[in-house]
């Protein structure tokens, strides 16, 4: 984009003079439950339709790597994967790696392929709040100094969740 600059680092790629961004997400599968995966990818379409809306996401890409290892489990989440009729407004690039090399190496695994300003570390079992994507990419755009965010996080009874 015209104007806009890189900082070089994975969570901030690009400067507060670009607000709408491009953002890519990528969710590593190990027996995952498919119910819970499902859950996670509505509620990822919803946060990137209001963060659309509010003009702060233009392109969004999801990165789905399954490290699962059985024939039948990468079965039902192709099948899964061929079924979800969103994949026009949010393209879902599927890998099944050959070993299961472990949680940071399947996130790891998509970093050559990124060409987004901004990129998100989602697990299968976590549901983002519709303003969630709004909030974080313009919180990236309005202050240049901040490379990485990490959400509040809580559980199903509302208790706050540490995450690292």
Request: with cysteine; glycine share 8%; hydrophobic share 35%.
């Amino acid at each position: 984009m015209p104007g806009c600059r890189t900082t070089g680092t994975i969570a901030r790629m690009k400067s507060a003079d670009c607000p709408s961004a491009s953002l890519s997400v990528v969710i590593v599968l190990y027996y995952s439950p498919e119910n819970l995966l499902q859950r996670t990818l509505d509620s990822l379409r919803k946060a990137a339709a209001a963060a659309r809306a509010s003009g702060h996401l233009d392109e969004l890409t999801v990165y789905l790597v399954n490290n699962t290892p059985t024939p039948d489990y990468r079965e039902r989440i192709r099948e899964r994967v061929g079924q979800w009729q969103w994949q026009r407004e949010i393209p879902i690039i599927y890998d099944e790696p050959a070993s299961n090399l472990g949680f940071g190496a399947g996130n790891n695994s998509v970093m050559p392929l990124l060409d987004s300003e901004y990129h998100l570390i989602l697990n299968p079992d976590v549901e983002l709040e519709e303003a969630t994507l709004t909030r974080g990419l313009a919180r990236l755009a309005s202050e240049p100094g901040i490379v990485l965010l990490s959400p509040w996080a809580s559980g199903s009874g509302g208790e706050q969740e540490f995450l690292c």
